[in-house]
Protein backbone atom coordinates (compact mmCIF):
# COMPACT_ATOMS: atom_id res chain seq x y z
CA UNK A 1 0.00 0.00 0.00
CA UNK A 2 1.72 3.14 -0.88
CA UNK A 3 0.87 6.43 0.35
CA UNK A 4 1.91 9.76 -0.72
CA UNK A 5 2.99 11.62 2.21
CA UNK A 6 0.51 14.87 2.75
CA UNK A 7 2.20 17.95 4.87
CA UNK A 8 -0.06 19.10 8.08
CA UNK A 9 -1.22 22.65 8.16
CA UNK A 10 -1.96 22.66 11.99
CA UNK A 11 -0.62 20.69 14.68
CA UNK A 12 -2.42 17.11 14.81
CA UNK A 13 -2.47 15.40 18.43
CA UNK A 14 -3.70 12.35 17.86
CA UNK A 15 -4.65 9.20 20.37
CA UNK A 16 -6.17 6.23 18.87
CA UNK A 17 -8.37 3.99 20.97
CA UNK A 18 -9.71 0.75 20.44
CA UNK A 19 -10.00 -3.17 21.53
CA UNK A 20 -7.08 -5.48 21.34
CA UNK A 21 -6.52 -6.89 17.89
CA UNK A 22 -8.46 -3.93 16.41
CA UNK A 23 -5.17 -3.11 14.40
CA UNK A 24 -3.70 -0.15 15.96
CA UNK A 25 -0.25 -0.27 15.38
CA UNK A 26 -1.02 -1.06 11.70
CA UNK A 27 -2.40 2.38 11.62
CA UNK A 28 -0.03 4.52 13.58
CA UNK A 29 2.95 3.06 10.92
CA UNK A 30 0.65 4.10 8.05
CA UNK A 31 -0.38 7.12 9.53
CA UNK A 32 3.68 7.91 10.38
CA UNK A 33 4.43 7.11 6.50
CA UNK A 34 1.65 9.29 5.35
CA UNK A 35 2.10 12.42 7.68
CA UNK A 36 6.02 12.35 8.07
CA UNK A 37 5.60 15.62 10.93
CA UNK A 38 3.58 12.95 12.87
CA UNK A 39 5.40 11.62 15.97
CA UNK A 40 5.18 8.55 17.04
CA UNK A 41 5.12 8.72 21.15
CA UNK A 42 5.09 5.32 22.93
CA UNK A 43 4.71 5.61 26.54
CA UNK A 44 5.31 2.05 26.83
CA UNK A 45 9.04 2.70 24.94
CA UNK A 46 9.37 5.75 27.10
CA UNK A 47 9.29 3.84 30.47
CA UNK A 48 11.30 1.22 29.46
CA UNK A 49 14.03 3.40 27.69
CA UNK A 50 14.37 5.24 30.86
CA UNK A 51 14.48 2.23 33.22
CA UNK A 52 17.20 1.08 30.28
CA UNK A 53 19.08 4.13 30.59
CA UNK A 54 18.42 4.73 34.68
CA UNK A 55 17.16 8.22 34.68
CA UNK A 56 15.80 9.20 38.15
CA UNK A 57 12.59 8.40 36.79
CA UNK A 58 13.70 5.06 35.24
CA UNK A 59 14.96 4.35 38.61
CA UNK A 60 11.42 5.65 40.61
CA UNK A 61 9.27 3.68 37.49
CA UNK A 62 11.39 0.28 37.69
CA UNK A 63 11.21 0.39 41.92
CA UNK A 64 7.17 0.96 41.76
CA UNK A 65 7.30 -2.37 39.24
CA UNK A 66 10.06 -4.03 41.07
CA UNK A 67 7.07 -4.09 43.82
CA UNK A 68 4.72 -5.21 41.79
CA UNK A 69 2.56 -2.25 41.76
CA UNK A 70 1.55 -0.16 38.39
CA UNK A 71 3.80 2.41 37.50
CA UNK A 72 1.74 5.69 38.93
CA UNK A 73 0.20 8.27 36.33
CA UNK A 74 1.76 10.98 37.58
CA UNK A 75 5.08 9.05 36.84
CA UNK A 76 3.84 8.41 33.48
CA UNK A 77 3.12 12.14 32.64
CA UNK A 78 6.37 12.92 33.89
CA UNK A 79 8.20 10.85 31.44
CA UNK A 80 5.82 12.28 28.53
CA UNK A 81 6.19 15.76 29.02
CA UNK A 82 10.16 15.04 29.65
CA UNK A 83 10.08 13.68 26.24
CA UNK A 84 7.83 16.56 24.97
CA UNK A 85 10.60 18.93 26.41
CA UNK A 86 13.63 16.83 24.71
CA UNK A 87 11.73 17.58 21.17
CA UNK A 88 11.34 21.47 22.08
CA UNK A 89 7.31 21.27 22.20
CA UNK A 90 7.06 22.14 25.52
CA UNK A 91 9.36 24.95 27.18
CA UNK A 92 10.87 24.66 30.69
CA UNK A 93 9.48 28.27 31.40
CA UNK A 94 6.29 27.90 30.13
CA UNK A 95 5.67 24.09 30.94
CA UNK A 96 1.51 24.13 29.79
CA UNK A 97 2.15 26.07 26.75
CA UNK A 98 2.74 23.32 24.06
CA UNK A 99 4.56 24.09 20.71
CA UNK A 100 2.14 24.63 17.43
CA UNK A 101 4.44 22.48 15.63
CA UNK A 102 3.96 19.56 18.18
CA UNK A 103 2.09 16.72 16.02
CA UNK A 104 2.09 13.21 17.24
CA UNK A 105 0.28 10.11 17.65
CA UNK A 106 0.04 9.23 21.41
CA UNK A 107 0.40 5.23 22.23
CA UNK A 108 -0.55 3.26 25.63
CA UNK A 109 -1.71 6.25 27.49
CA UNK A 110 -4.56 7.23 28.14
CA UNK A 111 -6.57 4.56 29.11
CA UNK A 112 -8.90 5.98 31.14
CA UNK A 113 -10.67 9.38 31.72
CA UNK A 114 -8.62 9.86 34.61
CA UNK A 115 -5.52 9.86 33.01
CA UNK A 116 -6.55 11.48 29.78
CA UNK A 117 -8.20 14.74 32.63
CA UNK A 118 -4.45 14.83 33.45
CA UNK A 119 -2.98 14.79 30.10
CA UNK A 120 -5.29 17.71 29.38
CA UNK A 121 -3.72 19.72 31.67
CA UNK A 122 -0.08 19.00 30.07
CA UNK A 123 -0.94 18.48 26.05
CA UNK A 124 -4.93 18.74 25.17
CA UNK A 125 -4.89 16.37 22.13
CA UNK A 126 -7.32 17.31 19.60
CA UNK A 127 -8.15 13.98 17.29
CA UNK A 128 -9.35 10.74 19.14
CA UNK A 129 -9.97 8.13 16.54
CA UNK A 130 -11.91 4.85 18.17
CA UNK A 131 -11.26 2.03 15.51
CA UNK A 132 -14.19 -0.35 15.55
CA UNK A 133 -14.19 -3.60 14.18
CA UNK A 134 -16.75 -6.49 15.24
CA UNK A 135 -15.32 -8.87 17.41
CA UNK A 136 -16.12 -11.50 15.48
CA UNK A 137 -13.99 -10.18 12.65
CA UNK A 138 -11.17 -9.67 15.21
CA UNK A 139 -11.07 -13.09 16.88
CA UNK A 140 -11.39 -15.12 13.55
CA UNK A 141 -8.13 -12.60 13.15
CA UNK A 142 -6.42 -13.12 15.78
CA UNK A 143 -7.30 -17.57 15.77
CA UNK A 144 -5.90 -18.13 12.09
CA UNK A 145 -2.76 -16.27 13.07
CA UNK A 146 -0.04 -18.92 13.64
CA UNK A 147 3.65 -18.15 13.74
CA UNK A 148 7.33 -19.62 13.38
CA UNK A 149 9.16 -19.12 16.66
CA UNK A 150 12.59 -19.23 16.06
CA UNK A 151 12.06 -16.70 12.39
CA UNK A 152 9.07 -14.79 13.52
CA UNK A 153 7.68 -15.54 10.20
CA UNK A 154 3.76 -15.42 10.60
CA UNK A 155 0.81 -16.90 8.59
CA UNK A 156 -2.56 -16.83 8.72
CA UNK A 157 -4.89 -19.38 7.44
CA UNK A 158 -7.42 -17.21 5.95
CA UNK A 159 -4.98 -15.96 3.54
CA UNK A 160 -1.46 -16.41 3.77
CA UNK A 161 -1.56 -19.97 4.85
CA UNK A 162 1.48 -22.23 5.21
CA UNK A 163 1.64 -24.73 2.26
CA UNK A 164 1.69 -27.66 4.65
CA UNK A 165 -0.97 -27.15 7.63
CA UNK A 166 0.85 -26.41 11.03
CA UNK A 167 4.17 -26.40 9.04
CA UNK A 168 6.93 -23.22 8.63
CA UNK A 169 7.31 -23.28 4.95
CA UNK A 170 10.89 -22.97 4.75
CA UNK A 171 12.56 -25.08 7.75
CA UNK A 172 9.12 -27.38 8.21
CA UNK A 173 9.18 -27.20 11.63
CA UNK A 174 5.75 -26.46 13.47
CA UNK A 175 3.92 -23.17 13.76
CA UNK A 176 2.70 -21.84 17.29
CA UNK A 177 0.17 -19.58 18.43
CA UNK A 178 1.14 -16.40 20.29
CA UNK A 179 -0.18 -16.89 24.22
CA UNK A 180 -1.87 -13.65 24.11
CA UNK A 181 -3.66 -14.95 20.59
CA UNK A 182 -5.18 -17.10 22.67
CA UNK A 183 -9.17 -16.35 22.51
CA UNK A 184 -9.74 -16.66 26.43
CA UNK A 185 -6.69 -14.09 26.71
CA UNK A 186 -8.14 -11.98 24.19
CA UNK A 187 -11.49 -12.26 25.45
CA UNK A 188 -10.32 -10.83 28.81
CA UNK A 189 -8.66 -7.96 27.50
CA UNK A 190 -11.39 -7.13 25.62
CA UNK A 191 -13.72 -7.18 28.60
CA UNK A 192 -10.94 -4.72 30.22
CA UNK A 193 -10.81 -2.56 27.48
CA UNK A 194 -14.81 -1.93 27.78
CA UNK A 195 -14.44 -1.31 30.94
CA UNK A 196 -12.24 1.46 31.19
CA UNK A 197 -12.48 2.87 27.61
CA UNK A 198 -16.37 3.87 27.88
CA UNK A 199 -15.89 6.82 30.34
CA UNK A 200 -11.90 7.47 28.24
CA UNK A 201 -14.12 8.08 25.22
CA UNK A 202 -17.20 9.87 26.43
CA UNK A 203 -14.45 12.15 28.25
CA UNK A 204 -13.51 12.82 24.18
CA UNK A 205 -16.72 12.97 22.86
CA UNK A 206 -17.61 15.99 25.09
CA UNK A 207 -14.76 17.59 24.26
CA UNK A 208 -15.75 17.24 20.84
CA UNK A 209 -12.59 15.97 19.34
CA UNK A 210 -13.63 11.83 19.47
CA UNK A 211 -14.26 10.63 15.96
CA UNK A 212 -15.46 7.19 15.08
CA UNK A 213 -14.35 4.78 11.85
CA UNK A 214 -15.58 1.30 11.39
CA UNK A 215 -14.14 -1.26 9.31
CA UNK A 216 -13.41 -5.20 9.09
CA UNK A 217 -9.77 -4.49 7.90
CA UNK A 218 -7.11 -1.99 8.24
CA UNK A 219 -7.21 -1.69 4.27
CA UNK A 220 -10.68 -0.93 4.35
CA UNK A 221 -10.06 1.70 7.83
CA UNK A 222 -6.66 3.66 6.53
CA UNK A 223 -8.63 5.39 3.82
CA UNK A 224 -11.18 6.94 5.65
CA UNK A 225 -8.77 7.91 8.40
CA UNK A 226 -6.57 9.80 6.06
CA UNK A 227 -9.45 11.64 4.44
CA UNK A 228 -10.15 12.55 8.16
CA UNK A 229 -7.17 13.98 8.93
CA UNK A 230 -6.34 15.24 5.35
CA UNK A 231 -9.85 17.30 6.47
CA UNK A 232 -9.27 18.56 9.45
CA UNK A 233 -5.51 19.56 9.89
CA UNK A 234 -4.37 19.59 5.85
Known sequence: MTHTAKQLRKAARIILVGAPGVGKGTQSERLLAKFPELASISS?????????????????????????????????????????????????????SISPSASFILDGFPRTSTQASSLDALVPVNFVVHLITPPS???????????????????????????????????????????????????????????????????????GCLWRVEGDTSDEISPKLFAEIERRFC
Not at 64 to 78: H, K, R, T
Not at 161 to 190: F, H, Y
Open 137 to 207: VILSRISSRWIHEPSGRVYNTGFNAPRVPGKDDITGEPLTQREDDSVDTWTQRLRKFEETSKALLDHYQSK
Open 44 to 96: GDLLRENVRKKTPLGLKAEAAMQSGNLVPDSMILEIISSEFRSKGWLSTSSPS
